[in-house]
Nanobody, 111 residues
Framework: QVQFVESGGGLVQPGDSLRLSCTIS??????LVWYRQFPGGRREFVAA???????HYADSIDARTTISRDSTKNVVYLQVIDLEPEDTAVYYC???????WGQGTQVTVSS
């Protein structure tokens, strides 16, 4: 079974940037998706990337987000710039087709 491991989260200040990593053990046929879960439980799609490199972003965060992949390392990155307190969430990556996800990485934006 393919596994996903997120990393790169932490405590940052408003206006900072972060690059989250999703290390994938194996191959997935479908898009790799990042979503986030806010305090209180609400979940939100963030971005996705296909094996061919096509990308898709949530409208709410499109202008501040870049998803990319390094196929040589089997890692997908999610960069978010100009972070806001409202971006505080646990960020998950995985495959929605098989419903397989990592353990998440916490991002906290606070001054």
């Amino acid at each position: 079974q393919v596994q996903f491991v997120e990393s790169g989260g932490g405590l940052v200040q408003p206006g900072d940037s972060l690059r989250l990593s999703c290390t994938i053990s194996g191959f997935i046929n479908s898009s790799l998706v990042w979503y986030r879960q806010f305090p209180g439980g609400r979940r939100e799609f963030v971005a996705a990337i296909t094996n061919g490199g096509a990308t898709h972003y949530a409208d709410s965060i499109d202008a501040r987000t870049t998803i990319s992949r390094d196929s040589t390392k089997n890692v997908v990155y999610l960069q978010v710039i100009d972070l806001e307190p409202e971006d505080t969430a646990v960020y998950y990556c995985g495959d929605p087709v098989t419903d397989s996800w990592g353990q998440g990485t916490q991002v906290t934006v606070s001054s």
